[in-house]
């Protein structure tokens, strides 16, 4: 199952928005449809959008008529700046753009072709690099899994948020791999239900034990016992370790911390802003009321209900018990430990 790829001159995707009532696939050829691609979580998840944003880069600029590599600096500039306006707290995205970017401006003098397959060979790389990096990150955090461990889990930070196994998820697949007896209960992630759709679905598929629960059951779970460790994925670290994700997230650390469970959140270095010294800087999309007053298209609420719909919340750092990057296992403070990533 690929979530993402380069085939035919298309980037195929998966339409997530689709899962798990169809597994259908999308051949994007266009800028355009790329970024409503993003926008509309038919790519989602961190790293994905991050590789989808340098994808889409290639699709904004393979057709450029520039004959200077100036003008062709100028297009690139203006596709960037627009895929920097699909979704705006996962900063992969930004990473990816400034990567892609980076390229041009290291080979300013070469011909508009040559820049053109440079990008294309620059997407492939990211879209290679993340599948090692799920890999690495996998290894690192299964060292802190232990066999028969149940483990929850918020939104999907998997498959199909990667190009390869995942962040969180690939921690308990790699465990799985390790021989390790585990059991995952999946929050179903309202309002556009991630873990419902995508975690359960995708867990079922690799022959994991999984449960799905609703995210507020999760308190009375921790309170029963039923719960050994958490692993979440994330969108944007800031400097201090404070760490966005996925609305819900910051309530689960909450109640890990005082039924003393352990709570880990798994990302690559990608993910990390160190521009932003705290959590507070990091921007939080707001999404469509109607994701809140629909379930699944289906109204469940007054129509012109008033909703606030933040898609992300922070978790402050005192609340994560460690951080596992591809580069090892991060631990407090952490205003020490990330600084080695730089
Ligand atoms: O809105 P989404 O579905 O893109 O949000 C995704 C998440 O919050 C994930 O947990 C996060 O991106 C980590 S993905 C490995």
Redesign the pocket.
Known sequence: MKTIQWRKNKVRIIDQTKLPLKLAYLDLDNLKSMWWAIRK?KV????A?GIAAGFGVVLGMRNSHAKTSLKFKQELKRVTNYLRKARPT?VNLFWALERMERQVFAHHHKSPSFLKELLLKEALKITQEDRDICRRMGRFGAGLVKKNDVILT????GAL??ADY???LGVIYEAKKQGKKLKVYADETRPVL?GARLTSWELMKNKIDVTLICDNMAAQLMKEGKIDKIF????RIAANGDAA??IGTYSLAVLADFHKIPFYVV?PVSTFDFCLKSGKDIPIEQRNPQEVREVFGKQVAPKNVKVYNP??DVTPNSLISAIITERGILRKPYERSLRRLK
């Open positions: 979580l989602r998840g961190a790293p959008i996962a918020h939104c999907n930070a948020a990667t995942g962040t969180a991630q979440v994925g994330a969108d994700n996925k990302a898609a992300f």
